[in-house]
């Protein structure tokens, strides 16, 4: 097995709490990249993009494998963030009732020591219930999603707003596929179990 440094190239606590499921020694770094959309960038341009330049952006000092994903939520064709506010999450939930919602992660993996990235995408798709507006507010004060994509949290209360699942890893719903990612580092010598 080769002796790289584990980095996860992001401060979401979401990520790592991920990625400690893997039971394997890691530190994580900030990233330093832009992620403004770029004119007509598809979703899936997006998270690419974003996974790699996050992958590529964080300055590490030993022979290091570094990690990078990026996700957006897509409603009716539309790249949606974030939503940071209450009026926002309950605006969002309320447009996602009753659809099937597409997320898009990218994934990336960069070898510092050979200075190259390799990328996936997953998707997953969210088939949300019927909802009411109560329901929608009820969810939002408890759960206060703010700062995730799509305004929920499936791993927690979110669960309840949803139908069905659909995607080969749920990890990937929270923003890092955990699939993809042990096959990567496997790619590169770096044996999980």
């Known amino acids: 097995m080769t002796n ?16 400690n499921k893997l039971a394997v020694p890691f530190i994580t770094a ?6 403004t959309p770029l004119n007509n960038e598809t979703p899936i341009e997006l998270v690419l993009r974003l996974a790699e330049g996050k992958a590529k952006s964080c300055q590490v000092e030993h022979e290091s494998l570094v990690i990078g994903s990026d996700q957006v939520c897509v409603i009716d064709g539309e790249i949606i963030g974030k939503p940071h506010t209450r009026g926002k999450a309950i605006e969002q939930l309320t447009r996602q009732s009753g659809k099937s919602i597409t997320f898009y992660t ?7 020591k050979t200075d190259t990235v390799t990328s996936k995408l997953d998707t997953f798709t969210v088939h949300f219930r019927q909802l009411t507006q109560p329901q929608i507010e009820n969810y939002v004060d408890k759960e206060e999603p703010f700062f ?13 707003l949803f139908e069905r699942l659909e995607g080969k890893d749920p990890n990937t719903l ?5 699939i ?5 580092l496997e790619a590169e010598g770096f044996k999980v179990l």
């Open 148 to 160: 995730c994509a799509g305004s929920f949290k499936s791993e927690g209360l979110g669960i309840a």
């Open 180 to 184: 993809d990612l042990i096959d990567m």
């Open 4 to 19: 790289y440094q584990l980095v996860l190239a992001s401060t979401s606590p979401f990520r790592q709490q991920l990625l």
């Open 106 to 112: 990218g994934l990336a993996l960069y070898n510092s």
């Open 174 to 178: 929270v923003g890092l596929p955990l």
């Open 30 to 35: 900030t990233p330093n990249c832009d992620e």
